[in-house]
T-cell receptor, first 114, second 114 residues
Framework: EPEVTQTPSHQVTQMGQEVILRCVPISNHLYFYWYRQILGQKVEFLVSFYNNEISEKSEIFDDQFSVERPDGSNFTLKIRSTKLEDSAMYFC????????????FGDGTRLSIL | AQSVAQPEDQVNVAEGNPLTVKCTYSVSGNPYLFWYVQYPNRGLQFLLKYITGDNLVKGSYGFEAEFNKSQTSFHLKKPSALVSDSALYFCAVRDLYNFNKFYFGSGTKLNVKP
């Protein structure tokens, strides 16, 4: 069964540095998402992306964050000037067209800011 | 605004006994509801969904969920729990006006003891 893959599985970065989290969504999917899960807490929506542009974003997704689909397969989340509170699991998801379609999640990238 | 609530942080059940993980929703129209499971160090896996139709929805791994409009609930159930069902379970609702946005509950940790 096709999977969403995320790299790296764990990223350790110094505070203030920039990080790029990478995702390869399922190939025929049209919608792409990023979520964040701070340890032991709920899954929080960050952003959705369709047709090469952001279709929805949460209040968490401020100017520090950006997303890009640089080619036909990758979907990236960039976090500029990282802060300690950015430490979390970041999940990428993708879904096919239609309201009945569930999201398919990757296994996440654990981001640790030191 | 749409939201879901999971009133129990943790549910403990003995192997072989029936299990219920509770979810209530708050949606202004007809809801699109989903259940996901998360195993340690993994992403969320889709279990089942309610879009319309039968109130009893069957999903993966023997799980089912009952949609109850009068009680605004969508509880996850399984007739006979397995130790391997121990995981974190999330209820989610799709935003009716922004289909690319999902809201997740806070998660319920299911512990199935042998």
């Amino acid at each position: 069964e096709p999977e969403v893959t995320q790299t790296p599985s764990h990223q350790v970065t110094q505070m203030g540095q920039e990080v790029i989290l990478r995702c390869v969504p399922i190939s025929n999917h049209l919608y792409f998402y990023w979520y964040r899960q701070i340890l032991g807490q709920k899954v929080e929506f960050l952003v959705s992306f369709y047709n090469n542009e952001i279709s929805e974003k949460s209040e968490i997704f401020d100017d520090q964050f950006s997303v890009e689909r640089p080619d036909g397969s990758n979907f990236t989340l960039k976090i500029r000037s990282t802060k300690l509170e950015d430490s979390a699991m970041y999940f990428c998801a993708s879904s096919d067209w239609g309201v009945r379609q569930p999201q398919h999640f990757g296994d996440g990238t654990r981001l640790s800011i030191l | 605004a749409q939201s879901v609530a999971q009133p129990e942080d943790q549910v403990n059940v003995a192997e072989g006994n029936p299990l219920t993980v509770k979810c209530t929703y708050s949606v202004s129209g007809n809801p699109y509801l989903f259940w996901y499971v998360q195993y340690p160090n993994r992403g969320l896996q889709f279990l089942l969904k309610y879009i319309t139709g039968d109130n009893l929805v069957k999903g993966s791994y023997g799980f089912e969920a009952e949609f109850n409009k009068s009680q605004t609930s969508f509880h996850l159930k399984k007739p006979s729990a397995l130790v391997s069902d121990s995981a974190l379970y999330f209820c989610a609702v799709r935003d009716l006006y922004n289909f690319n946005k999902f809201y997740f509950g806070s998660g319920t940790k299911l512990n199935v003891k042998p």
